[in-house]
């Protein structure tokens, strides 16, 4: 099992250039979710799907768009990119089990937006 | 909103010793899921323990247990027999059940510790 798989893992963007973080689950898990992580900061949402079509809005979801056409996977596009989206970014898949969610994170993509 | 603090932006300990990480959270949910995670330099985020807020046992998972005071809205994780491995970024998290969260989880801002041989 491959888990929870996200590319590219480093990435250089220039401001204004466009770009698409990919994640892809092979658990057949309905949530997916993408949080961004900055220095010295825990992790905070940025959108979340609870199932293919169906995306909402996070805590942060401005300069991000998300589509969920298929169970497995949950790309997240920046449109135009800007010094401030400099982050890692983490995408996670879950399930919810007989005890309780169990919640898998990605091993996170650095973003670097100069 | 569901907000979690964590007052502790550093903490340090000596190898063997046992340390304790508080964490506290706002909430006006009933039941409800709450986490720690540890992030180690790779940035990996692994989960340590998990408590559901129905369940008046405290969780434990071999070193690690926590002490959860719901009325207090209190989670704060207990680490024994402290070892350099577990020098890591620690984050406490909550998660309103699957119904009403679609698995999102808050996380509080982190809480660095550092095991001293």
């Known amino acids: 099992n491959a888990g929870v798989t996200q590319t590219p893992k480093f990435q250089v963007l220039k401001t204004g250039q466009s770009m698409t973080l990919q994640c892809a689950q092979d658990?057949?898990?309905?949530?997916m979710s993408w949080y961004r992580q900055d220095p010295g900061m825990g992790l905070r949402l940025i959108h979340y799907?609870?199932?293919?079509?169906?995306?909402d809005q996070g805590e942060v979801p401005n300069g991000y768009n998300v589509s969920r056409s298929t169970t497995e996977d949950f790309p997240l596009r920046l449109l135009s990119a800007a010094p401030s989206q400099t982050s890692v970014y983490f995408c996670?898949?879950?399930?919810?089990?007989?005890?309780?969610?169990?919640?898998?994170f990605g091993e996170g993509s650095w973003l670097t937006v100069v | 909103a569901q907000t979690v603090t964590q007052s502790q932006p550093e903490m340090s300990v000596q190898e063997a010793e046992t340390v304790t990480l508080s964490c506290t959270y706002d909430?006006?949910?009933?039941?409800?899921?709450l986490f720690w995670y540890k992030q180690p330099p790779s940035r990996q985020m692994i989960l340590v323990i998990r408590?559901?807020?129905?369940?008046?046992q405290n969780a434990t998972e071999n070193r690690f247990s926590v002490n959860f005071q719901k009325a207090a809205k209190s989670f704060s994780l207990k680490i024994s027999d402290s070892q350099l491995g577990d020098t890591a970024m620690y984050f406490c998290?909550?998660?309103?059940?699957?119904?009403?969260?679609?698995?999102?989880?808050?996380f509080g801002e982190g809480t660095q510790l550092t095991v001293n041989p």
């Open positions: 996670a898949s879950s399930y919810l089990g007989i005890n309780g969610n169990t919640i898998y």
């Open positions: 658990m057949n898990h309905e949530y």
């Open positions: 799907s609870v199932g293919a079509g169906i995306t």
């Open positions: 909430t006006s949910e009933s039941n409800y899921y």
């Open positions: 408590q559901e807020a129905y369940k008046q």
């Open positions: 998290a909550f998660m309103k059940p699957k119904e009403t969260s679609g698995s999102r989880l808050t």
